[in-house]
């Protein structure tokens, strides 16, 4: 089992930034990647990064190109996702999630993959 904890969210103008940390344990995570995806009302839950813990190769939703950056921090344990240059349609519930994973996949964008989840925190990015 892996037990995953976001923290960071809260209210922003366009423009401005934000920084989601994701804490996990229980597991070593040397073998899994890790996801945002976050889910705006009535959307469906959608992909927004990914990070495999070994290596550190990265993936992004063409929407968040060069705004987000993912990371993750081997000492803390944790994968930060750093948001810059917010819009109002960032605005949503962002999860962290996790799932183990072939040491030479690419990390998976859908959200079928992943087994782990935090509980959401709430961005809200105001116009």
């Known amino acids: 089992q892996v037990q995953l904890v976001e923290s960071g969210g809260g209210l922003v103008q366009t423009g401005g930034s934000l920084r989601l940390s994701c804490a996990a344990s229980?597991?070593?995570?040397?073998?899994?990647?890790m996801g945002w995806f976050r889910q705006a009302p009535g959307k469906e839950r959608e992909f927004v990064a990914a990070?495999?813990?070994?290596?550190?190769?990265?993936m992004y939703a063409d929407s968040v190109k060069g705004r987000f950056t993912i990371s993750r921090d081997n000492a803390k344990n944790t994968v930060a996702l750093q948001m810059n240059s917010l819009k109002p349609e960032d605005t949503a519930v962002y999860y962290c999630?996790?799932?183990?994973?072939?040491?030479?996949?690419?990390?998976?964008?859908?959200?079928?993959?992943?087994?782990?989840w935090g509980q959401g925190t709430q961005v809200t990015v105001s116009s």
């Open positions: 999630a996790a799932y183990a994973s072939p040491f030479l996949a690419s990390p998976s964008a859908s959200p079928k993959s992943y087994d782990y």
């Open positions: 229980g597991r070593t995570l040397s073998s899994y990647v």
């Open positions: 990070i495999r813990w070994f290596g550190g190769s990265t």
